[in-house]
């Protein structure tokens, strides 16, 4: 390559006006080097234009004549003479427009332009929960694709396919793809929450579950009479499995006719198929291009209010009995260990929001005798963002409130940490406590032996084990999914359907809980099975059965089912709820689920005696 071609290759990458504050840091530190000698090196004026030509060589200019050089050089040696001069010639050619400038001025406000295009925009803090759905309006992400298309060609760039994932996921890119830190200077206690998170009754709890089956007849009514929707008639699971082995085989022009056919005829706000499929096809076509794991921690990323998060979680135990239920389970057996206690603790792996202790906390009030004092330590995996323990310092002090308007004693430990990591004397244990280890649907988290031989499960049943807690009481989403994608997919399609249908058969399409649910809660665990592998594939749940081996085999030792909590759960189930839910026992397990597919199991161990 020749000399003109480097020098224009260096200035294509470098500009110039980039290049004369560090040519003039260089000259700075060539001075300082040699201040001892009064500068002696440039008495050899003969000598420099060899010296200085191959510099102006590489920027591309031409060097100067030599009598403009020499005077420069006189001046700058006069001044280095003279006490009150600067070290830097002012004189010399390539300072330039930096004359009035330190070079450590200069340098600082270039560190603040940097800076500046890492802070996000204003609008960038605000969270529209209405446009972070998974799936928009095809005709505007197609336009959106034609638009960058177009951009990418006018600057001679080469054409590249660019995945629809990328607008219907919402996500930013680039520098302004930062994580913004959330805001969680949130109400932690209202009328809203004591609402939904307390108990009023079996009869409060029916008028809510009758109302709700009173506006689906009338919307059944209302649509009794209409035309079956073309979209109804399409098989959707044909299509997206044949989608599925496509991307499998690599034949990615047949997955992407797949992908289009089927964007045709979902809808977010459809059908339970239509709503399912929206989050099949982006996990498909995120896994085709090889951004599953980047977009679903970007997914992860996107924050939503605890009060959102409520309006789901009541529209999810209005329509459906499975997670009161497993809450009522829970705090039965809560409340029945620790019936005389006077200190309880209570470790929650995994307390996600804390749903699950006011109720208990109400329960405790009423108890006999007087409340006990009650600590609770929440973990839970650390948030993104620069404060990853702030939600549950939040979930602390919604809790610290209920306790204080019931008046139980009340003591809250947070930690915001992979369960694998945390140490014995982390949790602070007190053997004059009552201590309960509590984990409601959060295992499926913890890394198996896909990762390692001694998994991170067995590691946490480890640590349960060695603080001999009274009971480890333990829900779970009783399913196994392959580690083989084909088979994992048709897995994932015919479990989620059950819920999808669940929530199309008790809920209305519009509802504002029910959208929040399914693309806040849903589309996640959805989305990381289908898009991702390996490290990045987080959603890795097991049936009760393997739960019953593992469980056994480290050491535990299974208690029989109490036939009056029992009969508590399946008071809950009759009052009211849609008749195609069930709880079935078996092997000291209480199942629950949906028109005979199991969904959630529920059991209580303690530590064997060694």
Not at 62 to 91: E, G, I, V
Not at 363 to 392: C, M, S, V
Request: net charge negative; glycine share 6%; proline share 4%.
């Amino acid at each position: 390559m020749s000399s003109t071609n480097i020098s224009k290759n260096v200035i294509e990458k470098y500009p110039i006006d980039d290049l004369y504050p560090t040519l003039d840091y260089i000259y700075q530190i060539l001075l300082e080097d040699d201040i001892d000698e009064q500068f002696s090196g440039y008495q050899d004026v003969a000598g420099l234009p060899d010296m200085e030509k191959p510099f102006y060589d590489i920027l591309g200019e031409k060097y100067p004549p030599s009598p403009n050089t020499n005077a420069a050089l006189s001046q700058t040696k006069s001044n280095h003479n003279s006490d009150t001069c600067s070290p830097c010639s002012d004189n010399l050619s390539f300072t330039k427009d930096y004359r009035s400038e330190s070079i450590l001025e200069k340098e600082f406000q270039r560190g603040v332009e940097e800076g500046k295009k890492f802070l996000p925009t204003i609008n960038n803090l605000a969270i529209d929960l209405h446009v972070s759905r998974l799936s928009l309006d095809k005709a505007h992400t197609d336009k959106s694709s034609e638009i960058e298309l177009e951009k990418e060609t006018a600057h001679g760039l080469p054409k590249t396919r660019k995945s629809s994932t990328d607008a219907g996921l919402n996500f930013l890119e680039g520098r302004n793809s930062k994580i913004s830190m959330p805001c969680y200077e949130e109400t932690t206690r209202d009328e809203m929450f004591d609402k939904i998170l307390l108990y009023h009754g079996e009869e409060y709890a029916r008028n809510e579950i009758s109302h709700l089956q009173e506006i689906m007849k009338c919307q059944a009514n209302q649509n009794g009479n209409q035309v079956e929707n073309l979209e109804d008639s399409i098989d959707f699971e044909s299509l997206l499995v044949q989608c599925s082995e496509a991307i499998v085989l690599n034949d990615h022009n047949m997955a992407e006719e797949l992908i289009k056919e089927i964007r045709k005829h979902v809808s977010p706000i459809g059908s339970g198929i239509q709503r399912l499929a929206c989050i099949l096809t982006d996990g498909l076509e995120a896994r085709m291009v090889g951004t599953g794991g980047e977009k679903y921690r970007q997914l992860v990323s996107k924050q939503i209010s605890t009060r959102e998060i409520l309006k789901a979680y009541h529209m999810y135990i209005t329509a459906s009995p499975l997670l009161k239920i497993s809450y009522c389970f829970a705090n039965g057996y809560i409340c029945k260990v620790a019936e005389n206690a006077s200190r309880i603790h209570i470790i929650d792996l995994g307390i996600t929001f804390g749903f699950q202790w006011p109720p208990l906390i109400q329960a405790l009030a009423k108890r006999k005798g007087g409340a006990p004092k009650l600590r609770i330590t929440g973990i839970d995996l650390p948030q993104p963002g620069f404060r990853p323990a702030e939600r549950l310092k939040q979930i602390g002090v919604r809790l610290e409130e209920y306790a204080k308007s019931f008046g139980v004693p009340f003591e809250y430990h947070c930690i915001a940490s992979l369960w694998e990591s945390i140490r014995i004397d982390d949790l602070k244990i007190d053997d004059e406590e009552v201590l309960i280890v509590n984990s409601m649907f959060r295992f499926k988290q913890v890394r198996d032996e896909t990762f390692a031989k001694d998994s991170a499960r067995n590691q946490v049943l480890n640590l349960i084990k060695q603080i001999k807690p009274k009971v480890f009481i333990l829900g779970i989403f009783s399913v196994h999914f392959s580690p083989f994608f084909t088979t994992r997919f048709r897995k994932v399609l015919l479990h989620y359907s059950m819920l999808f249908d669940m929530l199309d058969t008790l809920v209305p399409r519009d509802d504002e809980g029910r959208q929040l649910m399914e693309r806040a809660l849903l589309a996640l665990p959805i989305f990381n099975l289908v898009a991702c592998e390996g490290h990045d594939r987080v959603e890795r749940p097991e049936t009760y059965k393997q739960w019953d081996k593992r469980i056994s085999q480290a050491g535990f030792k299974q208690l029989p089912l109490d036939q009056d909590i029992v009969k508590d759960c399946n008071m809950k189930l009759k009052s009211g709820y849609h008749e195609g839910f069930f709880i079935e026992k078996e092997s000291d397990w209480l199942l629950q689920g949906w028109k005979g597919r199991i969904n959630y199991a529920l059991s209580v161990w303690e530590s064997e005696l060694e």
